[in-house]
């Protein structure tokens, strides 16, 4: 009897230990996070819950308890004193244990190999560490990509800037800006444009002109903020823009 007193001693000293003292990661619980609450010698209050968008997760007789950006040790305090203070139980001891990780995953949309969600740690939280992570950009995928987060969207021009990702965040990589060539070039279509590229860069693209094109006789067609397409003669020093249509025309001789 002695032996099984001092037993249930030094575990009720270990619990609530692990219950109050602070977590050396200090990671937060975030949305989508799953924990089990469990209270000693109550296996009816035991639960498994999953942190709510609103940061709460839902406890016996307590309701929903807000545990959003606490460690688990810090939830499980207080919900032990939710415990107590309702007077439900006289010395509550409570773990909160973290069962799936959650709310430091980001998600990864858009012009990627592998579209999906990957997990953040200490040392791969960088924007282009997730992207290589997940097989990097496909031949259309843009430099420019759009992170949402907290309701809002941040627009990140280079990914080989050290942009910091947190849990949550939706990565979306847009579809890179395009030009289309068509006429007298090697291979008509559509193209990834670059930063100020040239009317020249583009048809370089394109495999160059025919032996049947002219340098001199080319087309731009533009899509104004009205709407309406123009078409103008074009230079090989002209900047292309997003959208333009470059038509090569034959010969005249």
């Known amino acids: 009897m002695k032996r099984v007193l001092i037993g249930f001693m030094l575990w009720s000293v270990a619990a609530v230990g692990f219950a109050q003292a602070p977590e050396k990661s200090g990671e937060k619980l975030g949305v989508g996070d799953a924990v089990r609450v469990t209270v000693f010698q109550q296996p009816d209050l035991t639960t498994e819950a999953r942190v709510t968008d609103k940061g709460t997760i839902a406890v016996p007789l307590l309701g929903e308890v807000k545990v959003g950006g606490l460690t688990t040790s810090e939830a499980g305090g207080k919900i032990a004193d939710g415990y107590k203070n309702g007077k439900y139980l006289k010395n509550p001891q409570v773990t909160v244990a973290l069962t799936t990780v959650r709310s430091r995953q980001v998600s990864l ?5 592998r579209p999906g969600r990957y997990p953040l740690d200490e040392t791969s939280n960088k924007l282009s560490e997730v992207i290589a992570a997940a097989g990097g950009l496909t031949p259309e995928g843009s430099d420019n990509v759009t992170i949402q ?49 040239t009317v020249m860069q583009a048809i370089s693209v394109g495999g160059g002109i025919t032996p ?39 010969s005249l001789f």
């Open 109 to 113: 949309l858009g012009h990627v190999a």
């Open 149 to 197: 987060r907290d309701g809002k969207e941040i627009k990140v021009a280079a990914l080989g800037k050290a942009f910091e990702l947190k849990g949550g965040d939706t990565v979306v990589v847009e579809r890179a800006p395009q030009f289309y060539i068509y006429g007298e070039v090697t291979r008509a279509g559509a193209y990834r444009m670059e930063p100020n590229m």
């Open 212 to 250: 049947r094109g002219s340098d001199r006789r080319l087309k731009l067609r533009r899509t104004g903020a009205d709407g309406k397409v123009v078409e103008t003669d074009a230079s090989l020093q002209d900047v292309v823009k997003p959208g333009d249509v470059i038509y090569v025309k034959e």
